[in-house]
T-cell receptor, first 113, second 113 residues
Framework: GAVVSQHPSWVICKSGTSVKIECRSLDFQATTMFWYRQFPKQSLMLMATSNEGSKATYEQGVEKDKFLINHASLTLSTLTVTSAHPEDSSFYIC?????????FGQGTRLTVV | AQSVTQLGSHVSVSEGALVLLRCNYSSSVPPYLFWYVQYPNQGLQLLLKYTTGATLVKGINGFEAEFKKSETSFHLTKPSAHMSDAAEYFCAVSGTGFQKLVFGTGTRLLVSP
């Protein structure tokens, strides 16, 4: 089946720095990708919808200036956590919808120290 | 709008016993329903999905689920639990096909020898 690759799988950064997470659809084109955030022992919460060639659509309560999303091509969406703080530590997962199911990346564990 | 309720944050079974994970949904349009499994620090793997047609859906690893419109339910079952089934299970609903999903809070399945 289709594969969505997410990189890095884990990252540790210092408070105040920015971190970029990549989400790639390896064998299909994705005009739309989704970014989710998962706190420990909690469910996935949709953060934003990434649209190729246009601005992302953010869910209520998600700071668009903090979580920058770029979808410059049909196979790549990036999420940049700007000026990261410890409360941004979380598991971030991207997905892309195919014709038969949504495919998820393997997730990125972000730890801000 | 869509929402999902998963009853029971934890379910414990013995190896070989029946697995039953409950999911109720709410949707203003005909829903697409999904069950995903997540192992620690990993992404989500699709177990099964309901779109249209047959209401009893069979998935991977011996799991199945039945869509009951009158009860707005989509419970996940497996006749005989294996130790390898221990994981977090998420029910999800979509009103827009395979794109944007709304997840339940998840149920952790514990399997004892």
């Amino acid at each position: 089946g289709a594969v969505v690759s997410q990189h890095p799988s884990w990252v540790i950064c210092k408070s105040g720095t920015s971190v970029k997470i990549e989400c790639r659809s390896l064998d299909f084109q994705a005009t739309t990708m989704f970014w989710y955030r998962q706190f420990p022992k909690q469910s996935l919460m949709l953060m934003a919808t990434s649209n190729e060639g246009s601005k992302a659509t953010y869910e209520q309560g998600v700071e668009k200036d903090k979580f920058l999303i770029n979808h410059a091509s049909l196979t790549l969406s990036t999420l940049t956590v700007t000026s990261a703080h410890p409360e941004d530590s979380s598991f971030y997962i991207c997905s892309a919808g195919g014709n038969t199911e949504a495919f998820f990346g393997q997730g990125t564990r972000l730890t801000v120290v | 709008a869509q929402s999902v309720t998963q009853l029971g944050s934890h379910v414990s079974v013995s190896e070989g016993a029946l697995v039953l994970l409950r999911c109720n949904y709410s949707s203003s349009v005909p829903p697409y329903l999904f069950w995903y499994v997540q192992y620690p620090n990993q992404g989500l793997q699709l177990l099964l999905k309901y779109t249209t047609g047959a209401t009893l859906v069979k998935g991977i690893n011996g799991f199945e689920a039945e869509f009951k419109k009158s009860e707005t339910s989509f419970h996940l079952t497996k006749p005989s639990a294996h130790m390898s089934d221990a994981a977090e299970y998420f029910c999800a609903v979509s009103g827009t096909g395979f794109q944007k999903l709304v997840f339940g809070t998840g149920t952790r399945l514990l399997v004892s020898p």
